[in-house]
């Protein structure tokens, strides 16, 4: 073949596989943003933290990485309301949107995506999140939420931007989540004094004395109770430890103030502080045998009588 002839040859595929059509062809159609976000989810559903995180905006993934385990493990749960890692089973609906299945231990979620709407670089989808059915034994749920899940192109790909009217701002929701984990935390410390109280109670009705450490509330053997194992309290709180908080109990004289009847019986005092100040929790607590509570951020330190009274959430009925 002559030089020129093979200049000709090689311009001639040079052009061709620059041509639009070519271009066109060579080059993958990027997915949807219905189809980045059930990719999303399903990450979500097996708690997948390291591939979930490739569908988050540079920022938010770099700081997803940077949180512990759990709250990694809490931001998943959070997106497909489930508490455990599922099984996901994608489909299409009859208009051919994707419908996700998240089958966990106890429970199924499924999520129907509506009709994607598109603004330039901003993609918001309708989600439909319902429990059609549980296992046997779990309560019946119902239906969960609508949602709307927005997303961002961010170097030509699709990224989770917020959902609903919230924006996923890791670092500021990282901060909200753990003020909620120290709240609930505290909450479980008074819950667990309230629980030695009553068992206090009870142990008293049973024996005509107080216990002399929280030690004797403990489980009973197979033989059955007796003072020194009464089987009022799990054995964690029987020693003093429960929920990030450390429980102290010590019994006091009858108050000078107390009734005829109760004239020459002692009382008790319990006292529930932070194992580790500023994670377990921030408030230490103090709770009297007459049932009441106080509490204060003491930095640490054992709450006393001296403290403020504060008033105990009660349950939901």
Known sequence: MSRYGFTAGVFI???AACSPSAVRAQTPTAPSPSVVLSEALTAACRQSQDVFATYL???????????????????LERFVLLDAPGRPLLSNDSKGRPVLRCDAPDVTV????????????????????????????APDSGPARHVQFGMVREEGKWKLLS??????????????WSAQELESMEDTAITALQDLARALGTYR???????????????????GISEDAAGLVDAELAAGKKGGYSFRYRIVPPRPDAGAEKENESGFELAATPVEYGKGGKRSFFLDSGGTLR????????ATVTDPVIEAKRPPR
């Open 295 to 302: 509490g204060e951020d003491k930095k640490g330190a054992v």
């Open 205 to 223: 009705r049973a024996f005509g004395k107080l216990p002399e450490s929280l030690a004797q509330l403990g489980p009973a053997p197979k033989e």
């Open 110 to 137: 499924e999520m129907r995506f509506g009709d994607a709407t598109e603004h330039d670089n901003l993609a918001f989808i309708p989600v439909d999140e319902t429990i059609p059915e549980t296992k046997p034994g």
């Open 13 to 15: 595929l040079i052009a």
């Open 57 to 75: 905006t540079a920022e938010n993934a770099s700081f997803f990485r940077t949180l512990p385990p759990q709250q990694r493990v809490a931001l």
């Open 163 to 176: 959902v609903g009217l919230l924006l996923i701002d890791l670092p500021a929701l990282a901060r909200q």
